[in-house]
């Protein structure tokens, strides 16, 4: 028995010396994680450095300096903002509502405060449009057609324009800034506005500025993991440059399609955008020939977009099939383009009584043979429209379409596009923040087009919020777009955002707001 009683004894003492290792060693691991979760929390950086060169102001409707534009939206905020996909969002709005053609209704926040503490008020969106009317700003246009700002309330304003504007909400996308502060402050570039935004400046020197968290921000649901956000200035793009190649600056955005002779291809990650730079041929559905829209197919099949871009540009532009198929929501990214088919071009023709003949293209209708022959009109003075107007007129040759190129001075290309006077034009133009599409389908458009239907959507677009409606209908102008032919869209400039590869988090811009989903990003 007491042997037995021994050999009892010295199990339990065994296993509590197990029982106490085994308590010992995950206490040892609980405290190795604990200092590696405090380690990796103390390493995380929180502070990431931007770049501005030839820095003009830091007032965000005085200054033209498309960096700085891109860093006001971390300061100062605009009534609507652009979703990711350049949907309206509310941002100091609480709602708007459309009275009627010319009228709109602004509710405001009533939770949100400058900077500075100060209330932000109605006053203070009268003040803005006020001053944009005054001063010399990349907005006027957004508020060139508002006649009267009435102040309903302290946080409800009514806006009357002098004229129905489509989609006007998207002109609402300017910053506000503080009647208050500058009641305090005259009106000077070299002033730093408050704003409402995320971030504030804190200290604004020759070589830099810097940006800490606006801890007045109204927008408490987002945690903002960035607290500090340097900018450097720099006297030159090329200053620039050079700084984000040696790693000194996190991230940049440019229009520059020759970026890359200057950054280099690695050491970074990058994302490629449609840019807003749009480029199509209008053709003037009154023209003998480009009335038969067999015609329009067939040219549009005839041209190899891709060649364009790999010929002209290098590869530095980006092939596009419609106006809006940069990421709009409201294009939903359908193909817009017949594509380049040159078979099915000659198929066309003939099977519209054309003949291949002498290696050009020709119909005889009453008892009067013709050749298709076509101006194409394009500004003598921009030369690589020149040299896409010259591919466009050898590949259009080589498929029997005569094409005579027409150089106009810049004073005589405008007064054709106004007058119509051509057969086809080379146009060049920047696409707005809005979705509206007169331009192509409105009265007096580019290409003389009109129809009963085009007619009726354009109205149906214009008067209507319902996101279903305007979807239907615009799927509807995309086919319209790609069947009758109206116009060839051919390519847009690239948007490209360079970025440190050590920057972590959902990089995910537009060119709208290259700092979408800010909030999210970390080191």
Known sequence: MKSNFFKYLFIVFVIAIMIFAIFKIKSEEKNIEENQSQASESEKVTEITLAVASFDSMNPILSTNKNIQDISRLIYEPLLTLTSDYKIELCLAKEWAKQNE???????????????GEKFLADDVKFTIDKLKEVSSI?????????????VDDYTIKIILDQEVPFFEYNLTFPILSSQFYINNEFNPNIVPTGTGMYKVSEIQSSYITLVQNTNWWNKDQELTLTKITVNLYSSMGELYNSFKSGN????????????????????????????????????????????????KAISYSIDKSNIVSSVFSNRYVVSSFPLDYGSWIYQEQDASAGYNPEQAKQILTENGWTFRNNSWQKTENYRTQTIALNLLVKASDSTRVAVAQNIEQQLENQGIQVNIVQATDEQYNSSLTSKNYDMVLCSMNLSLSPDLTTFFGT?????YNTDEITTIMNEVKNTTDENVLKERYKRLAEIYKTDVPYLSLYNNKYIVAYST??????????????????????
């Open 444 to 448: 007096n458009n580019l290409a003389n």
């Open 139 to 151: 907005y006027n246009s957004n508020v060139s057609h508002i006649s009267t700002v009435e102040i």
């Open 102 to 116: 010319t009228t709109y209704i602004i509710t405001l926040k009533d939770n949100v405060r400058w900077s500075d």
């Open 502 to 523: 050590g920057l972590v988090g959902d990089v995910a811009p537009t060119w709208y707001n290259i700092f979408n989903n800010i909030s999210g990003w970390y080191k």
């Open 249 to 296: 600056i996190d991230i940049i955005a440019t229009q520059n399609s020759s970026v890359q002779d200057y950054i280099g291809t690695i050491g970074y990650a990058s994302k490629e955008l449609k840019g807003r730079e749009h480029d199509f041929i209008a053709f003037n559905t009154q023209n003998y020939f480009l009335s038969k829209p067999e015609v329009r």
